[in-house]
C-alpha cells in the first residue's frame, strides 16, 4: 500500500530512475518517434514507456495508476490528438532543409557550368589537325624532263604537319631567261591532304631544296634555300612562297654552280647564318668558293679560286665544325681535301686578320696540310665516291663515313684515323644509317648491285664494320633510295625498294619476282624479326626520290615518294608524289617470311608488337660537333 501511495504521490511527467518514464519535455531525445507515441495512448489509454533498465515492460499497480496514466497531459497532446512539436526541433529541421537545398543549388550550378565549358572547348577551341592514316596521292602531271629530282620536307603553314616540297620541270620548250634553259616551277604540297599551298616559277631546274632557320630563336622564319643548276641560288619564305633575294649570277662571270648550297655560322655579325657556294668555271677547270650574305643574299667579300682539276664526281662541299670550334670545308674530286673556313674569309675580304670565332684549329687536321698547297688539307684519297657525316656515339660530334670503289670507311672526325674499313665492290647508293644491333651505335643499310636485275641488301655494325644482315632481291630500278626511321626504343626500321618477293628456297638466298619488273614493292625491315620483311606500298612508276618524316603529335612517321611513271615518244612522263602513314601501313602490310624461323612468328604476335610502335625524331647526320 505504501509503495502504491508513493507512486500515485509523484508529479507527472518527471521521469523516475526506477521506472524510466517520460517527461514530454525531454521527448525529442527518446528512441521512440511521436508516431509510436500517439498510438501507444490511443491503443492502451495511457504512454507506454518501452522497457524498463530491466528489459521488462512495467504493469500497473492500482487503479488510481491506470487512471493517471490514461489521462492525457495538457502539455503533451495537442487539440488534434498528436504530440506537440518543440521549437528547438523545427528550428533544427528548418536549418537542415535549408542546407539541403543550397547543397542542391551549388551542385546543380556547377554542373550548368562544367557543361557550358565542355561545349565552349569543343566547338570554340580549334583541335590539332589529325593526320588521318596521311595518305595521299598527288598527280602533278607531265614532267618536261630533269636530271636531279629535289625533294624536301618542312612546316610552311605552321599546322605541326610537315608539306613537300619539290621543283620539276615544266617544259623544254619553257620561256625561261633568253629561252635557252627550260623553265621550272617550285611547288609546295600540304602535309594533311596534298593540296597545293603555294607554286614560283623558277628560272632553270632545281638542283637543291633546303629548308631551315638562318636567324636563331623562337620567332625566327623558315627559309627555303634553292640552288640551280646553272647559276641561280634564292631564298624563299617557305610561309608564303615569296622570293626574298636571288643571287646575283654576275657575281659568278663565267662558273656555274657546281652543288648546293653550304650553311655557315654568321660571318659578318648580322645575326644570319651565312653561306658558301662552290662553283666551277665553264672554260677552265678552276674551282670558286664565293660567300654569301644571308640575310640579303650579296656576296661577303670577292671569289676565292683553288686551280684544281677534276677528274672524277664532285665531293662536297661540306662544312665540318670540330670540337675544338675549328671550322673546315670539305670538298674534292675522286678525294677529300679540307680547307679552313678562316682562309676562305681572309681571301674574300682581302685582309690579314679573321673574326675570332675563325682563329680556332685543330691540331691533328693541321698536321695534314698539303706541302705544295699550303691552304689544302688532305683527308682522304682513295677513289671516294660519297662522303657522309654520321653521329658519333655518345658525342655530339660526327665522323665521316666515305665511300670508295672498293668499299667502305669510317673515319674518326677528331683526328681523321679509321674506325674499320669494309672491302665490297658494286657500291653506288648513299648507305642508309639507323639503329640496328643493341650497342646504340649507328649501323647501316647497304645496297649493291649483284648481277643483272639483282640487288644485295645488308646490313654493316657501325661499331665494327661487320656484316650482320643481308639479303638478296629482284629489283630492275637503278639507284632506288632507302631511307630509315626511328622508334621510341631507340631502334630503326630500314625502308627500301625491291620487287614482289616469293617463297624462298631454305637452301638459298636467292628470290625470284612472281610479278612484271615493272611492279615494284616498299618493303619495312624491324630488327626485332629479321627474318620478315612487310610489304608495304607498290608503284609501277620509278622512284626518284624519298623523304621520311616524323608527326610528334602522333608519334607517328610518314613515308613521301617522288615517282615518275613510264615515257614514251612524244608523251613525257606523269609526276606523282605520295604520302604513306608508317604506322597505318605497318598494320595493313603483308608479311614476307624471307626464312624459316624456330620459334616461327605468327601474324597476331607480330600486330601485337607492331601496334605499339613509335617514332620519334632523331637526327642521323650532323655537320659537325
Do not use: A, F
Given at each position: 500500500m505504501a509503495t502504491v501511495l508513493s507512486r500515485a504521490l509523484k508529479l507527472p511527467g518527471k521521469k523516475s530512475p526506477d521506472l524510466g518514464e517520460y517527461d514530454p519535455l525531454t521527448q525529442a531525445d527518446s528512441d521512440e518517434s511521436e508516431d509510436d507515441l500517439v498510438l501507444n495512448l490511443q491503443k492502451n489509454g495511457g504512454v507506454k514507456n518501452g522497457k524498463s533498465p530491466l528489459g521488462e515492460a512495467p504493469e500497473p499497480d492500482s487503479d488510481a495508476e491506470v487512471a493517471e496514466a490514461a489521462k492525457p497531459h495538457l502539455s503533451e497532446v495537442t487539440t488534434e490528438g498528436y504530440p506537440s512539436e518543440p521549437l528547438g526541433g523545427l528550428e533544427q529541421k528548418a536549418a537542415s532543409s535549408l542546407v539541403s537545398y543550397v547543397r542542391t543549388s551549388v551542385f546543380l550550378l556547377t554542373l550548368g557550368i562544367s557543361m557550358i565549358l565542355v561545349l565552349l572547348c569543343a566547338f570554340l577551341i580549334p583541335c590539332p589537325p589529325r593526320d588521318l592514316h596521311s595518305t595521299w596521292s598527288r598527280h602533278l602531271g607531265s614532267q618536261g624532263g630533269g636530271d636531279v629530282s629535289p625533294l624536301e620536307l618542312a612546316d610552311v603553314n605552321g599546322d605541326g604537319l610537315r608539306d613537300v616540297l619539290l621543283s620539276f620541270v615544266m617544259s623544254r620548250n619553257g620561256s625561261a631567261v633568253g629561252g635557252s634553259r627550260p623553265a621550272a616551277n617550285l611547288v609546295c604540297l600540304s602535309g594533311m591532304n596534298g593540296s597545293t599551298l603555294w607554286s614560283s616559277l623558277l628560272p632553270e631546274e632545281a638542283r637543291d631544296i633546303t629548308c631551315l632557320e638562318l636567324m636563331p630563336g623562337s620567332l625566327a622564319e623558315t627559309i627555303c634555300l634553292v640552288t640551280g643548276t646553272h647559276k641561280m641560288l634564292s631564298a624563299f619564305n617557305a610561309t608564303s612562297g615569296k622570293a626574298i633575294w636571288t643571287l646575283n649570277p654576275n657575281y659568278l662571270s663565267n662558273s656555274t654552280l657546281a652543288a648546293p648550297v653550304v650553311v655557315l655560322p654568321d660571318l659578318d655579325e648580322d645575326g644570319v647564318r651565312d653561306l658558301v657556294v662552290l662553283a666551277i668555271g665553264e672554260l677552265q677547270p678552276d674551282l670558286c668558293f664565293l660567300l654569301v650574305s644571308g640575310r640579303t643574299g650579296s656576296p661577303?667579300?670577292?671569289?676565292?679560286?683553288?686551280?684544281?682539276?677534276?677528274?672524277?664526281?664532285?665531293?662536297?662541299?661540306?662544312?665540318?665544325?670540330?670540337t675544338n670550334g675549328a671550322v673546315y670545308i670539305l670538298f674534292g674530286f675522286g678525294n677529300i681535301q679540307a680547307v679552313a673556313l678562316r682562309d676562305i674569309f681572309v681571301q674574300a675580304q682581302n685582309r690579314d686578320s679573321s673574326?675570332?670565332?675563325?682563329?680556332?684549329?685543330?691540331?691533328?687536321?693541321?698536321?695534314?696540310?698539303?706541302?705544295?698547297?699550303?691552304?689544302?688539307?688532305?683527308?682522304?684519297?682513295?677513289?671516294?665516291?660519297?662522303?657522309?657525316m654520321v653521329k658519333a656515339p655518345d658525342s655530339n660530334c660526327s665522323n665521316l663515313l666515305i665511300t670508295t670503289r672498293q668499299g667502305l670507311v669510317l673515319l674518326r672526325g677528331q683526328n681523321l684515323t679509321p674506325y674499320w674499313t669494309l672491302r665490297l665492290q658494286g657500291l653506288r647508293s648513299p648507305p642508309t644509317p639507323g639503329y640496328f644491333t643493341d650497342d646504340q651505335t649507328l649501323d647501316f643499310l647497304l645496297q649493291i648491285q649483284d648481277g643483272v636485275g639483282m640487288k644485295k641488301m645488308m646490313v654493316v655494325d657501325g661499331d665494327s664494320g661487320s656484316v650482320v644482315w643481308s639479303y638478296r632481291a629482284p629489283c630492275h630500278m637503278k639507284e632506288t633510295p632507302a631511307t630509315s626511321a626511328v622508334t621510341s626504343d631507340r631502334k630503326s626500321v630500314f625502308l627500301f625498294w625491291a620487287e614482289g618477293l616469293s617463297a624462298a628456297s631454305p637452301n638459298s638466298d636467292i628470290i625470284l619476282g612472281t610479278e612484271p619488273p615493272s611492279l615494284h614493292h616498299l618493303y619495312l625491315l624491324h630488327p626485332a624479326f629479321p627474318s620478315i620483311l612487310l610489304d608495304l606500298a607498290n608503284t609501277t612508276g620509278t622512284v626518284t626520290a624519298s623523304e621520311v618524316g616524323i608527326n610528334d603529335l602522333w608519334k607517328d612517321a610518314f613515308y613521301v615518294t617522288r615517282t615518275t611513271g613510264p615515257s614514251s615518244e612524244g608523251h613525257p612522263a606523269a609526276l606523282v608524289v605520295s604520302k604513306l602513314s608508317l604506322r597505318w601501313a605497318l598494320m595493313e602490310g603483308q608479311m614476307a617470311q624471307l626464312q624459316e624461323s624456330t620459334p616461327k612468328i605468327g601474324r597476331g604476335e607480330l600486330r601485337r608488337f607492331l601496334s605499339r610502335i613509335k617514332f620519334v625524331e632523331a637526327p642521323y647526320e650532323v655537320r659537325g660537333c
Open positions: 661577303v667579300g670577292r671569289p676565292v679560286k683553288y686551280n684544281i682539276v677534276g677528274v672524277r664526281n664532285l665531293i662536297g662541299p661540306q662544312v665540318y665544325i670540330t673574326p675570332p670565332s675563325l682563329q680556332i684549329e685543330e691540331p691533328e687536321w693541321e698536321k695534314r696540310r698539303s706541302i705544295n698547297l699550303s691552304e689544302l688539307i688532305d683527308v682522304y684519297s682513295d677513289g671516294v665516291e660519297l662522303l657522309q
